[in-house]
C-alpha cells in the first residue's frame, strides 16, 4: 500500500532526509500502521460531521492594540546564527 | 517521614503554622534528585537553584517539576529532543507564570517522550526515564519524567501534558494520581504542541487533594490562547465532599475485552466494590466507536504535530546541521539533514504518517474520516453522560512493561493507550489514581472520567475511593 | 495568421493598514530595523498561538462587500504547509476551503465601456518575513518584521482579456481599497503586491490555455509590461508550432522580459488542514449589516453624484474621484465657499501640481501630500475667494498657495508679509502705465489704428513690471482709456 517511492516524496515533503535503506524500513513500519487505520474504513459516515474542535467555542478576538516586541536584541538572542539583526541561513537562492 | 515524601497539602500546612519552611522543603527534594536522578532519570534539565519569582505571593511554594515540553523563560526548554539543543524560550507559558505567581519553586525540566511521542519515556534524546517501582520497567509515558518524579519523591508534584494518555498512563505505571483536565481548562500557551486539538496541561500529584489544589493554580480562561473556555474556574477543593451517594457511574463493557491483563481487571472490579459500598450506583454501558479510538488518534495526532513539528527545520533556534555532501540546495541540504539528526525514529515515523494523510489525494481517506470518527466518539459520550454521572475505567491494560519490551514494535506501543485516548478526543476530562498493585509490585491505575468541565465529579469520585483505600499512602522503596 | 484571444486573471495581495499584526500585538510598522517588531508569536516559536485581530475580519469584509461578494456565514482558518525561511511555522495560517468573501465583480473602465470582472473569492491571511539574498556571504538573512502582517488576498477570474484590462482592473482595485481606508496600496512599499496568471487560446475557443505565473511585478507599469511580454511570448510560441508549459515565470524589470523559474520550483502539496489552534468565526447577518452601514460611498457612485450636483465634467470629476481624500477636500472646500467649479479648477490644477511635484519635496503620495501640508478648506477657500475679489490676481494667488503648502501659513499672512496684495488704485498705477506705453510705441501705434486686442500685451507688460500685482483689469483699463482718449 505505501511503496519506498511514496515515503521518499512525504520524507522530502516533511524535510526528513532518509536514505535507501532507511526508507525501506519505514515503509514497512507505516505499512503496519495504515493497514491498523484501515478498519476506520467499515464505518458509515455518510451523514457524520467532521470534528475540528471539541469545545463549541466561536468568534475569539483580540483588539487591535500594540503590545510590547520582543526587539531586535532578544529577538536574535535564540539565533542559531545572525548578523546584523537578522537570523543568517544558508543560501536560499543559488 | 522526610519531607519530600509529604504532599503538597501536608506541606502547605507546616508552612502555615510556621513548622517548616520553604527553604528547607526545596532542599529536602534537591537531596532527592541528587541522591536518585542518576537513577531514575527522571529529569532533563536540573536546576540547582530553585527557579521562582521574586515578586510572588509564596503562598504555594512547593518544589514542582514542569514537563520538558512547557516554556520557562530563560530556561533550557527541549522536548527532551536533541533537534531543540540549546533552545531557552524568551517567555514563560501561562501555566508557568501563574505557578510562578503562587510561590512555585520549579525543579527543572521532566524528561519525556520526545514531543511527547510515545508511552514509555524511551524516546528521550536524554535516555530512558525508569520506574521507580521496578527500574527495569519504564514509567510510561510521555510524561514518565514528571510521574516518576513524584513517585520518587523528587519533585513534590508536577506538571504533564496528555494528547492521549500521557499524564494519566504513566500516572498509573508509577502509581500516582494524573488528571487530564477538559480541553480549554488550562491554558496551552507555551505548550510546545504535539496535536493542537487534543493537548492539555494537567496536574501529576501523590494523591487526589493535592490534583484539586494543583487544578486550582493552573486553570482559567487565557486570552493568549484561543481554544481556552471562558469559564469561572470552581474551588476544586471544595469537590471533596466524600459523598457519592447515589451517583450514577457507568462501566464501558468495551474496556474490559481481549488484551487487559486479568490482575488489572481483578483490581477495578474490586474499586468499583468500594465505590458501591459508599453509596454509588454502578451499570455497565456501551461506548460503541471505542474500538476506533486508536486509529482516530493515530490520523489526527500525527497530522497536527507534522504540522506542528515542521518549524523545527534549523533556521531559527535549536540545531542545525549540513550533510557532508551537496544533495540539493544549501537550504535544503540543511533542512533535510537538521531534521534526519534531529528527531529520533519515532518522531519521524509520526511526522511521515502525518505528513502522508494530509498529502494531495489522502485527505479525504485519512484526516477527514478521522475527524468524522471523532464526531462518533464524541457522541457515545455525550450520549452516556446523559444518563450517568461519571465513568469508570481502567488506565492501561496492563502494568508497566520492561524496557525495551515494546520499542520494536510501534503498534502495541500505540496499543498501550487504548483506555486513555477517547477522553482526548471527546476533549473530556479524566483522571487515573492508584488502585491496587500487581503480584509484581507494579502499581495499577483506575481512570474515572465525566463531562466536559466536570471535574468537581471527578474529584469527588476519586477522592472518596481514596479516602477508603491506601493504595496512594504506599511508598516506593529505592 | 491566427487570432489569438488574451486571458488574464490576477491575484493580488493587500497588505491592511492595522495597527497590530494578524494574530499579536506587534506593530506592523514599515521600514523599521531587521526583527525589532517581533515576538514570541510572530516568530513561530514553540509553545505560541495566535489570537485573530477583530480589525483584520472586519476589514475583510468590508473588502469583500466593496467587491459585491457574497460573505461566508461561517469563517475559518486553515494551515497551508511549506517549507521556506521567511515563514518561521513552516506554516501560513490562511483560508481554505471558507474564505471571508466569494463570488463578487468589480465594474471596471476600461476604453470606452466598462466591464463587470468577477472576483473569484479574497481571503485572510499572515505575511511571511523578508529574505534578503548576500551572495558575498553565501548566506541569506531573515527578518520577520513583516511576518504576521495581515493580508487579504484577491483573486479575480479570468475576466480581462488584454494587459490594459488587467491594468485598468487593477488601478480600479487600488482604488476601491484606498475608499475603504484598509491598506495602503502602495506597490513600491509591497503593501499592494500583485501575481498573474496569463494564457493564450484562439479566438472562439472557450478552453482556457496552458498559463503562465508572473511573479515579481513591483509597479502597475510593470504589471502591463510583463503582461505585454508574456502575451508577445506565448502567440511566438504557439505560433511557430512550441508548446506552451505551465509555470512560474519571472518578470525582470531591467531586461523587460520574463524568466522561467522552473529549474527552481519544488513541488507543491501544501497539505492544507483546519488550523486547530484558532477557533471559526460566525459573520452573522446583523455584523454584515452593521460593516455595511459604515461602507464609505464607493468612486463610482461619488462620481455619479459629483457630476449631478456640481455639474462638473467628466474629466474634472474623474481627476477629484482618483483619491477619496482630494475629493472629500473638494466637498468640504464647496461647503466653504459653493463655488464648484472654481474650486474645482483650482484643485486639480494648481494643487495637485504640487502635491504632484517632486522638487517641492512633497511626498509623491497625493494623500500624505495633503496630510503634510494640510491646507484646511477654510485657507483653500479664502485664498480662492481672494483672487475672487481681486485682492490677489490669479498669478500671485498660485504663488500664494505654494507658500502655504510650503510653510502651511495662511494665504492672509503671506499677501502680508510679502506685500503681495493687487495694486487697483489708479494713482499708483499710474506712472507704470505711462512707462509702459512710453516704450512701446508700435504697440501704441497698432491700438490707435483699430487692433484693440494689442493692450493685452500692454497689460502682461505692467503686470511683469509690479511682479504681478497689478489689478490687470484696471491696468487694461487704464491704457485703453490713454491710447485711445488722447
Known amino acids: 500500500m505505501i511503496s519506498k517511492k511514496d515515503v521518499q516524496y512525504i520524507s522530502h515533503l516533511s524535510r526528513i532526509y532518509t536514505d535507501d535503506h532507511e526508507a525501506e524500513a519505514l515503509a514497512k513500519n507505516l505499512e503496519g500502521i495504515l493497514t491498523y487505520i484501515e478498519k476506520l474504513k467499515k464505518l458509515d459516515i455518510k451523514n457524520v460531521k467532521p470534528t475540528s474542535h471539541v469545545l463549541p467555542l466561536k468568534n475569539v478576538f483580540r483588539d487591535d492594540i500594540l503590545k510590547e516586541s520582543l526587539g531586535q536584541k532578544n529577538a536574535t538572542k535564540i539565533a542559531v546564527k545572525s548578523e546584523k539583526g537578522s537570523f543568517k541561513v544558508p543560501q536560499v537562492i543559488e | 517521614m522526610k519531607l519530600n515524601e509529604l504532599t503538597a497539602h501536608e506541606l502547605l500546612d507546616l508552612i502555615k503554622t510556621k513548622k517548616e519552611t520553604a527553604a528547607s522543603i526545596f532542599s529536602a527534594v534537591k537531596r532527592a534528585i541528587d541522591a536518585l536522578d542518576k537513577k531514575i532519570n527522571a529529569y532533563a534539565h536540573i536546576s540547582e537553584k530553585p527557579i521562582e519569582s521574586t515578586d510572588s505571593s509564596k503562598e504555594n511554594p512547593i518544589p514542582i517539576a514542569i514537563k520538558d515540553n512547557i516554556c520557562i523563560k530563560d530556561y533550557l526548554t527541549t522536548c527532551s529532543s536533541h533537534i531543540l539543543e540549546g533552545f531557552k524560550p524568551p517567555y514563560n507559558a501561562t501555566v508557568v507564570n501563574k505557578l510562578l505567581d503562587s510561590g512555585a519553586l520549579i525543579t527543572g525540566h521532566a524528561n519525556m517522550d520526545e514531543f511527547a511521542f510515545g508511552s514509555s519515556t524511551e524516546t528521550s534524546f536524554f535516555g530512558p526515564t525508569r520506574n521507580p517501582w521496578n527500574l527495569e520497567c519504564v514509567p510510561g509515558g510521555s510524561s514518565g519524567g514528571s510521574a516518576a518524579a513524584v513517585a520518587a519523591n523528587e519533585a513534590i508534584w508536577a506538571l504533564g501534558s496528555d494528547t492521549g494518555g500521557s499524564i494519566r498512563q504513566p500516572a498509573s505505571f508509577c502509581g500516582v494520581v494524573g488528571l487530564k483536565p477538559t480541553y480549554g481548562r488550562v491554558s496551552r500557551y507555551g505548550l510546545i504542541a504535539f496535536a493542537s486539538s487534543l493537548d492539555q496541561i494537567g496536574p501529576l500529584t501523590k494523591d487526589v487533594e493535592d490534583s484539586a489544589l494543583l487544578l486550582n493554580l493552573i486553570s482559567g480562561h487565557d486570552e493568549m490562547d484561543s481554544t481556552s473556555a471562558n469559564l469561572s474556574v470552581p474551588d476544586y477543593a471544595k469537590a471533596l465532599t466524600g459523598d457519592i451517594r447515589n451517583l450514577k457511574i457507568g462501566i464501558p463493557k468495551e474496556y474490559f475485552i481481549e488484551g487487559i491483563d486479568p490482575e488489572v481487571k481483578t483490581n477495578i472490579m474490586e474499586a468499583i466494590e468500594v465505590l458501591k459500598k459508599k453509596g454509588a450506583q454502578f451499570k455497565e454501558i456501551s461506548l460503541p466507536h471505542t474500538e476506533y479510538a486508536v486509529a482516530t488518534y493515530y490520523i489526527l495526532a500525527t497530522a497536527e504535530a507534522s504540522s506542528n513539528l515542521a518549524r523545527f527545520d534549523g533556521v531559527e533556534y535549536g540545531l542545525r546541521c549540513h550533510p557532508k555532501e551537496k544533495r540539493r540546495t544549501p537550504i535544503i541540504d540543511m533542512y533535510e539533514e537538521t531534521r534526519r539528526q534531529g528527531f529520533g525514529q519515532e518522531a519521524k515515523r509520526r511526522i511521515m504518517l502525518g505528513t502522508y494523510s494530509l498529502s494531495s489525494g489522502y485527505y479525504d481517506a485519512y484526516y477527514l474520516r478521522a475527524q468524522k470518527v471523532r464526531t462518533l466518539i464524541k457522541n457515545d459520550f455525550d450520549e452516556a453522560f446523559k444518563e450517568f454521572d461519571a465513568i469508570l475505567t481502567p488506565t492501561s491494560p496492563t502494568t508497566a512493561f520492561k524496557i525495551g519490551e515494546k520499542a520494536s514494535d510501534p503498534l502495541s506501543m500505540y496499543l498501550s493507550d487504548i483506555y486513555t485516548i477517547s477522553a482526548n478526543l471527546a476533549g473530556i476530562p479524566a483522571l487515573s489514581l492508584p488502585c491496587g498493585f500487581s503480584k509484581d509490585g507494579l502499581p495499577i491505575g483506575l481512570q474515572v472520567m465525566a463531562k466536559p468541565f466536570d471535574e468537581e465529579m471527578i474529584f469527588r469520585v476519586a477522592h472518596t475511593y481514596e479516602q477508603n483505600t491506601d493504595w496512594h499512602k504506599k511508598k516506593v522503596t529505592l | ?486
Not at chain 3, 510679502?418 to 495694486?423: P, S
Request: with cysteine; glycine share 6%.
Open chain 3, 1 to 486: 495568421m491566427k487570432q489569438y484571444e488574451t486571458v488574464i486573471g490576477l491575484e493580488v495581495h493587500l497588505q491592511l493598514s492595522t495597527q497590530t499584526k494578524i494574530f499579536c500585538g506587534c506593530s506592523t510598522e514599515f521600514g523599521k530595523d531587521p526583527n525589532s517588531q517581533t515576538c514570541p508569536i510572530c516568530l513561530g516559536l514553540p509553545g505560541t498561538l495566535p489570537v485573530l485581530n477583530k480589525k483584520v475580519l472586519e476589514s475583510a469584509i468590508k473588502i469583500g462587500l466593496a467587491l459585491n461578494c457574497k460573505i461566508n456565514s461561517l469563517v475559518k482558518f486553515d494551515r497551508k504547509n511549506y517549507y521556506y525561511p521567511d515563514l518561521p511555522k513552516a506554516y501560513q495560517i490562511s483560508q481554505y476551503d471558507f474564505p471571508i468573501a466569494h463570488t463578487g465583480y468589480l465594474n471596471v473602465k476600461t476604453g470606452d465601456e466598462t466591464k463587470k470582472l468577477g472576483i473569484t473569492r479574497a481571503h485572510m491571511e499572515e505575511d511571511a518575513g523578508k529574505l534578503i539574498h548576500d551572495p558575498a556571504i553565501k548566506s541569506s538573512l531573515v527578518d520577520y518584521n513583516r511576518t504576521g502582517t495581515p493580508l487579504v488576498e484577491i483573486v479575480s477570474e479570468p475576466d480581462m482579456r488584454s494587459p490594459q484590462e488587467a491594468y485598468d482592473y487593477l488601478t480600479t482595485l487600488k482604488l476601491h481599497m484606498q475608499y475603504l481606508d484598509v491598506s495602503d496600496c502602495d506597490m513600491e512599499k509591497g503593501s499592494l503586491r500583485c501575481d498573474a496568471n496569463v494564457s493564450i487560446r484562439e479566438e472562439g475557443q472557450t478552453k482556457l490555455g496552458t498559463k503562465a505565473e508572473l511573479k515579481n511585478l513591483n509597479s502597475f507599469k510593470a504589471v502591463k509590461s510583463a503582461l505585454e511580454f508574456e502575451v508577445a511570448r506565448q502567440i511566438k510560441l504557439a505560433e511557430s508550432g512550441e508548446r506552451i508549459v505551465q509555470e512560474t515565470r519571472l518578470w525582470d524589470e531591467s531586461k523587460q522580459i520574463t524568466i522561467s523559474m522552473r529549474s527552481k520550483e519544488e513541488a507543491h502539496d501544501y497539505r492544507y488542514f483546519p488550523e486547530p489552534d484558532l477557533v471559526p468565526f460566525m459573520v452573522e447577518k446583523e455584523d454584515i449589516k452593521n460593516v455595511r452601514t459604515t461602507l464609505p460611498e464607493s468612486p463610482s457612485k461619488k462620481q455619479d453624484r459629483f457630476i449631478k450636483n456640481y455639474k462638473l465634467s467628466t474629466y474634472d470629476v474623474d481627476v477629484l474621484v482618483q483619491d477619496r481624500k482630494i475629493s472629500d477636500f473638494f466637498e468640504e472646500c464647496v461647503k466653504e465657499y459653493n463655488q464648484p467649479k472654481k474650486i474645482c479648477n483650482w484643485i486639480i490644477g494648481p494643487l495637485l501640481q504640487e502635491i504632484n511635484s517632486n522638487e517641492k519635496g512633497i511626498s509623491n503620495d497625493r494623500l500624505s501630500g495633503i496630510n503634510l501640508v494640510a491646507p484646511t478648506a477654510k485657507t483653500f477657500t479664502d485664498l480662492i475667494i481672494k483672487v475672487e475679489d481681486g485682492t490677489i490676481s490669479n498669478l500671485v494667488g498660485k504663488s500664494v498657495l505654494t507658500s502655504m503648502l510650503d510653510r502651511g501659513k495662511t494665504s492672509a499672512e503671506i499677501i502680508k508679509e510679502q506685500n503681495l496684495a493687487q495694486v487697483s488704485d489708479e494713482g499708483a498705477l499710474e506712472e507704470i502705465v505711462a512707462t509702459v506705453i512710453a516704450e512701446n510705441s508700435k504697440i501704441v501705434e497698432q491700438i490707435k489704428s483699430g487692433k484693440e486686442s494689442a493692450i493685452g500685451f500692454l497689460v502682461g507688460q505692467s503686470m511683469k513690471k509690479t511682479q504681478g500685482k497689478a489689478n490687470p483689469k484696471k491696468i487694461g483699463e487704464m491704457i485703453k482709456r490713454r491710447i485711445l482718449n488722447d
